[in-house]
């Protein structure tokens, strides 16, 4: 007990502690620093005690752009609770600041009266100049008055608690420093180090130097703030009371979508082909399922966004559930075999991962303004559903729903993520795998009768018939088509038959969705009306001004095509509808067209997630 | 044992489909369609296995009019949607059907990437040096000055040479034929069909509207046998029409000589299985007036597929982890219980 204080005593001292509901700490640091690790280190611990988590990282575009400036910063930012949590928060409480760039770029954000935790030995002149700073802000006196300020030499610090670690270099030893500073914080809210202990053990397995070395300036960093008492008082983050029993973990949206591609190919019984170009935001999700090839998973990196698609349209022709993804100029390459896939009416799954655009825009910065893209972004009249889940957690169930919606309807759908949810994650709550509802995606083998584009009456999906089947081969192609025989033909009625025909089919899939859900009111002075990630900051937005005694009701579209069928009744009950979108209006403008009605906007185009703030500024300026 | 009964009874009618073919009369494409029809029944693939894939040309109309399972795609992305049908196949016997434009201009990244790989694909580029379904521009493969509609002053593009880009592109086996020679022809969709990889042919297709002169040096009685080199595995390299010309390194450069001249012995003979690809690359470059252009299987050389390897990974990670199981994959990394 003796040799581990930090580990066995963690919670003897929490009858010290400050007890806060939830704070928001954000890690930033060069993107050497190990910053998302470190923030995923504390993020799990917090989950692991039972807070609500919600984390959001910010990478920079560069893979190493200059270290020390602020186009190379790497930050993370989590929030942990003790209530339900819908976003990783407006702003922190607690700020962790590696270098002076780190300093000046997040400042401005801390809460007044926040902790801001700094790394003094990187402050040096050239440091100081390459963020921009003319002298060191910290030797200004009442530079940061208004703020706890805790100076810590985190450089030299860990330098001298792994002095004689022989075997590794200098550099490699201050590169602990993160460790050092994960061990500050954990002492700060009181939490335990076993979970991030036993991380290092399984990450370094193979160089026990290296896990005894963060091992121990994890060790230091906890002990130095129990020595110094830096802080004014530790705080203590009380587990969540009420949570839904069962067994969870963390999952960003890009793993949900993994996970809901495998878990839908299993349910189907059926061989998954995900073909994919690389591209920020999406890539993980390929890197995901390359790694589960013994759940029968085919992955195949084409040589360019075209042929991802291409591939895809092949393979499931060939009968595999077959799915690819990208980000919005990724989606604009593969366009044209959307088409393909639209008039060959096969099932498959495209994942737009969107990102800050026009043309390469901000790659790892969130936006929604690929919506009219995937609606529109083709020639001809090319409908496709489009389902869009609200939270990383959600990923799952909307990537298993997009491919059900595929089989079970016989077309392409989007499934609609961005960069903060595919990137950010939520505790997930674990599926039980049997009650998943399985796929039903039999291919039709018997040649009686069978035609091409014969059609089923309910969803008027036509017959999955694949290669391999005798007596049903047939010939299908992007040519115009008579329905049915699915023959070549230019004939004006036949031309005009099949596009209203694939128009009522995607239509008809309302009657297989469920309908839009609001939150509060029946009916009143203002529906708050939201889709994709931007769900968190509206939910608690909107509840919050309902605490406040506003008659706000809220609603959030995870199907844009078709919209729920109930959504035109919805907007009547309403005076007033306002929709936050992270783009310049495009819900707004569909709902003005389809349902002819006023909608108020909220647009935000900088690459970032809404802020609480914004959104109950905007619903309180049209309630008051 | 259906499968059985029905290679043997198989015949070219069964490979006809219901649709009339639109190509103009006279055009090299019903030649070779016709090939094909004849070859099939004779390679013992049940004809449910076979799917065609073509782009965007007169010669991607193929698919329609063969009774198999077929895509008519869009231009350019043959190789790509033809390669995702394999992998999720591997069982298929899957064709391409390209031309010069189709494969070498709007589709040469998955041109070059589909031989790379090696998926096990045939691949049958229909080269009429000519843009024949937009009426009439200059393509690829057309000839420095060639005048058509779009390059009224002659084209100032310099050609492909498809063998030599297959070549480039790791292809594992390339061939050369025509379409009015039906006999060669036959014998090069066999010698494809029973490959295993990417097997790349380029076939001279005569657009008898738009480009009828192409190949004149070629099918002209009088001089073809001089400008045609025909390959044989293990011979040497002889030609003319009275076999008295042949080939022989001269340094760094093939050369013709004169058989009355020349001993048979200082010939190169013909090794298409030789891995190392500069000398397919050589034969790839002979072309007239210099040279007799070669005819027959310029390389054929064994390389595993990626159709076989890509389940080959699948079977190793079945094997190294078991066959996958989603509850035990959500739950691996951190977890945590609520009561
Ligand atoms: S245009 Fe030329 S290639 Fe096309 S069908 Fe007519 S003859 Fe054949």
């Known amino acids: 007990m003796a040799e581990n204080p930090a580990v066995s005593e963690a919670f003897d001292h929490e009858h010290l502690a400050d007890e806060r509901r939830s704070v928001v700490i954000l890690f930033s640091g060069d993107s050497g620093d190990g910053m998302q690790l470190t923030g995923d280190q504390f993020t799990n611990t917090s989950a692991v005690l039972g807070n609500d988590v919600s984390t959001f990282p910010d990478f920079p575009a560069e893979i190493r752009a200059p270290a020390g400036t602020i186009p190379g910063l790497s930050g993370f930012q989590v929030n942990f609770s003790a209530d339900e949590l819908y976003t990783a928060g407006d702003s922190p409480q607690v700020l962790v600041a590696m270098n002076p760039a780190a300093l000046k770029a997040n400042l401005s954000e801390l809460d007044s009266g926040g902790i801001l935790i700094v790394n003094t030995d990187a402050f040096t002149r050239n440091n100081l100049r390459k963020a921009g700073y003319d002298a060191n802000p910290l030797e200004e006196e009442n530079a940061f008055?208004?703020?706890?300020?805790?100076?810590?030499?985190?450089?030299?610090?860990?330098?001298?608690?792994?002095?004689?670690?022989?075997?590794?270099?200098?550099?490699?030893?201050?590169?602990?420093?993160?460790?050092?500073?994960?061990?500050?914080?954990?002492?700060?809210?009181?939490?335990?180090?076993?979970?991030?202990?036993?991380?290092?053990?399984?990450?370094?397995?193979?160089?026990?130097?290296?896990?005894?070395?963060?091992?121990?300036?994890?060790?230091?960093?906890?002990?130095?703030?129990?020595?110094?008492?830096?802080?004014?008082?530790?705080?203590?983050?009380?587990?969540?009371?009420?949570?839904?029993?069962?067994?969870?973990?963390r999952i960003t949206g890009n793993e949900a979508v993994v996970y809901g591609l495998v878990t839908a190919a299993q349910k189907a019984q059926l061989p998954l082909f995900y073909g994919s170009y690389p591209i920020t935001p999406a890539s993980p999700i390929l890197e995901g399922l390359a790694g589960l090839k013994n759940f029968d998973v085919r992955t195949f990196q084409a040589e360019d966004e075209i042929a991802a698609m291409c591939s895809i349209i092949g393979a499931s022709f060939a009968g595999s559930l077959s799915a690819t993804a990208s980000s919005g100029p990724g989606i604009a390459l593969k366009s044209e075999a959307i088409n393909l896939a639209v008039v060959m009416e096969?099932?498959?799954?495209?994942?737009?991962?969107?990102?800050?655009?026009?043309?390469?825009?901000?790659?790892?910065?969130?936006?929604?303004?690929?919506?009219?893209?995937?609606?529109?972004?083709?020639?001809?009249?090319?409908?496709?559903?489009?389902?869009?889940?609200?939270?990383?957690?959600?990923?799952?169930?909307?990537a298993l729903e997009a491919c059900r919606i595929a089989i079970r309807h016989m077309t392409p759908v989007f499934l609609l993520t961005d960069g903060y949810i595919a990137n950010s994650s939520e505790p997930w709550k674990i599926p039980d795998v049997d009650q998943i509802e399985e796929i039903k995606a039999g291919n039709r083998t018997d040649p009686e009768g069978y035609q091409p584009y014969m059609r089923e009456a309910e969803t008027l999906a036509r017959p999955w018939v694949v290669p391999g089947t005798p007596g049903l081969e047939h010939r299908v192609g992007g040519l115009g088509k008579q329905d049915v025989t699915g023959n070549v033909s230019y004939d004006p009625e036949d031309h005009e038959h099949i596009v209203k025909t694939r128009a009522a089919k995607v239509a008809q899939i309302a009657n297989f969705i469920s309908p839009l859900q609001i939150d509060g009111p029946e009916e009143g002075d203002l529906l708050v009306l939201g889709w994709g990630g931007t769900y968190g900051a509206i939910r608690e937005a909107v509840t919050r001004c309902q605490a406040k005694g506003y008659s706000v009701a809220r609603g959030h579209l995870r199907s844009l095509n078709p919209f729920p069928s109930n959504l035109a009744d919805v907007l009547k009950r309403y005076r007033r509808v306002l929709v936050p979108e992270l783009n310049m209006g495009q819900l707004a403008f569909l709902l003005q067209a389809h349902y002819l009605v006023e909608v108020e906007k909220l647009n935000k185009v900088q690459g970032r997630p809404f802020q609480i703030r914004e959104i109950m500024e905007k619903i309180e300026a049209l309630l008051d | 044992m259906s499968e059985v009964m029905e290679e043997k009874t198989l015949t070219r009618k069964d490979f006809v489909s219901d649709q009339e073919v639109r190509w103009c009369p006279g055009c090299g494409d019903y030649a070779i369609l016709a090939q094909m029809q004849k070859v099939l029944p004779d390679l013992g693939i049940p004809r449910e296995n076979i799917v065609f894939v073509s782009g965007i040309g007169c010669s991607s109309r193929f698919p329609y009019y063969m009774n198999t399972y077929g895509v008519h795609s869009i231009h350019g992305r043959a190789p790509a949607i033809a390669t995702g049908v394999k992998s999720a196949n591997p069982d298929l016997s899957v064709w391409v059907i390209t031309g010069d434009g189709d494969a070498l201009s709007i589709g040469g990244n998955h041109f070059l990437h589909c031989l790379r790989r090696n998926v096990d694909l045939k691949v049958l580029l229909f080269n009429n040096r000519i843009y024949g379904l937009t009426k009439g521009q200059y393509s690829p493969t057309s000839l420095e000055g060639h005048r058509t509609k779009s390059s009224p002053m002659g084209s100032i593009d310099y050609p492909l040479h498809p063998l030599s880009v297959a070549v480039s592109a790791e292809a594992t086996f390339v061939a050369r034929t025509q379409d009015t020679n039906i006999k060669h022809l036959s014998q090069i969709l066999q010698r494809a069909a029973a490959h295993k990889g990417t097997a790349f042919v380029e076939i001279y297709q005569n657009c008898v509207v738009f480009n009828p002169t192409a190949w004149d040096h070629t099918t002209d009685s009088d001089v073809k046998d001089d400008n045609i080199l025909y390959l044989e595995d293990g011979k040497p390299l002889i030609f003319g029409k009275d076999r008295d010309k042949g080939i022989r390194m001269n340094g760094l450069q093939p050369e013709v000589v004169n058989l009355s001249d020349v001993d048979e012995q200082e010939l190169i003979v013909h090794n298409e299985s030789e891995d190392n690809p500069h000398y397919a690359y050589m034969l790839s470059r002979?072309?007239?007036?210099?040279?007799?252009?070669?005819?027959?299987?310029?390389?054929?050389?064994?390389?595993?597929?990626?159709?076989?390897?890509?389940?080959?990974?699948?079977?190793?990670?079945?094997?190294?982890?078991?066959?996958?199981?989603?509850?035990q994959l959500f739950k691996s990394g951190d977890t945590w219980t609520v009561e």
């Open chain 1, 346 to 398: 096969l099932p498959m799954v495209i994942i737009n991962v969107q990102r800050g655009g026009p043309s390469t825009g901000l790659p790892t910065k969130t936006e929604q303004a690929d919506l009219l893209e995937v609606l529109f972004g083709r020639n001809g009249e090319s409908p496709i559903p489009v389902v869009a889940p609200a939270t990383p957690g959600e990923c799952f169930f909307y």
């Open chain 2, 286 to 327: 002979m072309e007239d007036p210099h040279m007799p252009l070669p005819f027959g299987v310029l390389r054929s050389v064994s390389r595993p597929t990626y159709d076989e390897l890509l389940l080959d990974q699948v079977d190793q990670a079945v094997e190294q982890k078991g066959r996958g199981d989603l509850d």
């Open chain 1, 145 to 249: 008055g208004e703020y706890e300020l805790v100076k810590v030499p985190l450089t030299t610090l860990t330098r001298n608690a792994l002095e004689d670690i022989d075997s590794l270099s200098t550099q490699a030893r201050d590169k602990c420093k993160n460790a050092f500073a994960l061990g500050l914080v954990y002492w700060m809210f009181s939490r335990p180090l076993e979970n991030t202990v036993r991380f290092y053990q399984t990450k370094f397995a193979k160089m026990p130097d290296v896990v005894e070395a963060n091992t121990r300036a994890l060790k230091a960093g906890y002990n130095y703030g129990d020595t110094i008492e830096a802080f004014s008082g530790r705080v203590r983050v009380p587990s969540r009371a009420v949570v839904e029993p069962g067994i969870y973990r």
